[in-house]
């Protein structure tokens, strides 16, 4: 299993609708996750940081995770062609030995087009 | 500007030559994460710093990469040997981390390595 999985679309949206990207990870004892857009040719960009079980929204984008089903999805309202990228999920894994430090894990990403 | 600075954003090498990036923090940040990006994927872990010291290292990387953070501050990634395989984007996040938690990371523009 992968550490960080999720879908490689591409995703086809209608402009103006919502736009749903999921994440699954495999540490149970991860604490922090995060959303990452990335535009072809760019480093990605942090857009979203959630740490707690539940909903949380930012202008247009509202982030959802839950802990149990170790699952974070990212939901992206009134889709405009800008939106038009890969979407990263970035999740801290413990490494060897440490009892707090931990690397950033990052899934393959999600291409995202928005259709006029 | 106090984002992630990372040199060259090019650099075209022949193969088994040298290269070395470096890679300045957003100057609060004790962590400083190095990745690869190559087409299509997501950034892969290559190593990480709190402070100097390196706690980790990907098992996939080669003995022919090495980073260096010798005073806490910037980094540096050299290649030895270059290989066609080792083409990529090469990537620097920063963030503040300690605990069981960990802040967000922050991107550099990146490194575009070309190996002919």
């Known amino acids: 299993q992968k550490e960080v999985e999720q879908n490689s679309g591409p995703l086809s949206v209608p402009e103006g609708a919502i736009a749903s990207l999921n994440c699954t990870y495999s540490?149970?004892?991860?604490?922090?996750f995060f959303w990452y857009r990335q535009y072809s040719g760019k480093s990605p960009e942090l857009i979203m940081s959630i740490y707690s079980n539940g909903d949380k929204e930012d202008g247009r984008f509202t982030a959802q995770l839950n802990k149990a089903s170790q699952y974070v999805s990212l939901l992206i309202r009134d889709s405009q062609p800008s939106d038009s990228a890969t979407y990263l999920c970035?999740?801290?894994?413990?490494?060897?030995?440490?009892?707090?430090?931990?690397?950033?894990?990052f899934g393959s990403g999600t291409r995202l087009s928005i259709r006029p | 500007d106090t984002g992630v600075s990372q040199n060259p954003r090019h650099k075209i090498t022949k193969r088994g030559q040298n290269v070395t990036f470096r890679c300045d923090p957003i100057?609060?940040?004790?962590?400083l994460y190095w990745y690869r990006q190559t087409l299509g994927q997501g950034p892969e872990f290559l190593t990480y710093?709190?402070?100097?010291?390196?706690?980790?290292k990907s098992r996939l990387l080669s003995d022919r990469f090495s980073a260096e953070r010798p005073k806490g501050s910037f980094s540096t990634l050299e290649i030895q040997r270059t290989e066609q395989g080792d083409s990529a984007m090469y990537l620097c996040a920063s963030s503040l981390g300690g605990g069981n938690g960990i802040a967000e990371a922050f991107f550099g523009q990146g490194t575009r390595l070309t190996v002919v």
């Open positions: 970035a999740v801290p894994f413990l490494g060897p030995g440490y009892s707090s430090a931990s690397k950033i894990i």
């Open positions: 100057s609060e940040h004790n962590r």
């Open positions: 710093f709190q402070n100097e010291a390196q706690l980790e």
């Open positions: 540490d149970r004892g991860s604490q922090s």
